[in-house]
Nanobody
Framework: QVQLAESGGGLVQAGGSLRLSCTASTRTSRSFAVGWFRQPPGKEREFVAAISWGGLSRDYADSVKGRFTISRDYAKNMAYLQMNSLEPEDTAVYYC???????????????WGQGTQVTVAS
């Protein structure tokens, strides 16, 4: 079983940046794809970004392309979401998740963190 924990959320002004971190509990997580999802207030959870276990494939939601970058550090068992040019519409609880397949679909992800709040003030 993989346990995930997000960190790095907070309050930021529009146009600012944040970097979210996702820490995995076991080394076996290196063979998993990692995804970031978010749930805006009053809305459904949605896909943000994903990276394959080898790091060669990445995918992003259209709404964050060019602003967000997903990456991972195998030595540290961590994944990151660098968020630049933040907009009020990016306000949400952000979750990292792991999957045995590279996917943008929530149902393909088996393990989830508890989430971290990101608030972007206008």
């Amino acid at each position: 079983q993989v346990q995930l924990a997000e960190s790095g959320g907070g309050l930021v002004q529009a146009g600012g940046s944040l970097r979210l971190s996702c820490t995995a509990s076991t080394r076996t997580s290196r063979s998993f794809a990692v995804g970031w999802f978010r749930q805006p207030p009053g809305k459904e959870r949605e896909f943000v970004a994903a990276i394959s276990w080898g790091g060669l494939s990445r995918d992003y939601a259209d709404s964050v392309k060019g602003r967000f970058t997903i990456s991972r550090d195998y030595a540290k068992n961590m994944a990151y979401l660098q968020m630049n040019s933040l907009e009020p519409e990016d306000t949400a609880v952000y979750y990292c998740a792991s999957s045995t397949v590279f996917s943008t679909t929530q149902g393909d992800y088996n393990y989830w963190g508890q989430g971290t709040q990101v608030t972007v003030a206008s």
